[in-house]
Every structure is written in C-alpha cells, then in structure tokens.
C-alpha cells in the first residue's frame, strides 16, 4: 500500500511540472509580444511626428507667403523615449531619430529655415521660405 502512495506522488509531480513548464512558455510569449507593442508604439509616434511636420511644410509652401501655424508634437514618443528632430533643406527631407532608429518624411521645398529647439512649433511662410521656430 505504501508502494502504491508514492508512485500517485511523483506522478502528481511530473504532470505538475509538465504544467508549470508550459505555463511559463505561454507566459514568455505573451511578455515577448507585449514588449513588441510597445516598440511598435514608439516607432508610430516618431512616424506620426514626422508625418505632421511634413505635412504642416508643405501645407505652408502651398498656400503662399503670409501663410502660418503653429504645431505641438509630443515631449516624448511612447514610454518616455527621447527624439531628435532634424529639417535637411537640401535634401528636402525632415529627420526625427530616437533609440538607434530614423524616419523620414519628405518636403516639397528646400527653402526651409528650421531653428526649433521646442516641441510647439511657429511655421510662416515668407515670400516662399519656411521659418519654423
């Protein structure tokens, strides 16, 4: 009888690993891919900003001299990750890096004078040239 008890015993025991074991192989997953998210939310917002700045630039040039707005982009992307903004004129390009990565959005005019340190931009249109600060 006692032979029999602790054969129940260690079976218990390996089906009570088997279990625990895949549940921290589900758990792992659903950490691995929650993480993803958050990466993918960081890299939408600098796409986001990118897109609006672009966006406001090219509004500007369009509608002509005397044309102006102001833009208010986020402090931060998703979970307090730090970003740089950059206007190339030359390239027409507008630059927003953050953690080791870049997008960027493109502008129809190269006469872009960007000295914006903030995060609420001033645009105007003067004569054909972008002032943004």
């Known amino acids: 009888m006692i032979k ?25 997953v659903v950490t691995v891919m929650d993480n993803n998210k958050i990466v993918n939310k960081a890299e939408m917002d600098a796409k986001t900003a990118v897109d609006k700045i672009s966006f406001e630039i090219n509004n500007l040039y369009l509608l002509g001299d005397g044309a102006n707005s102001s833009l208010l982009l986020p402090g931060y992307l998703d979970n307090n ?17 953050f953690n080791g990565k870049r997008y960027l959005g493109q502008v129809i005019t190269g006469d872009v004078n960007y000295s914006s340190t903030g995060k609420n931009i001033k645009l105007e249109n003067r004569k054909g040239r972008i002032y943004a600060t």
Request: charged share 10%; net charge negative; hydrophobic share 50%.
């Open 81 to 97: 990750v730090n970003y740089t903004l950059n206007v190339y004129p030359e390239e027409h390009v507008v630059e927003i890096q």
């Open 4 to 28: 029999g008890r602790g054969q129940l015993g260690i079976e218990l025991l390996v089906v009570f690993i088997i279990i625990s074991g895949l549940f921290l192989i589900i758990l792992n």
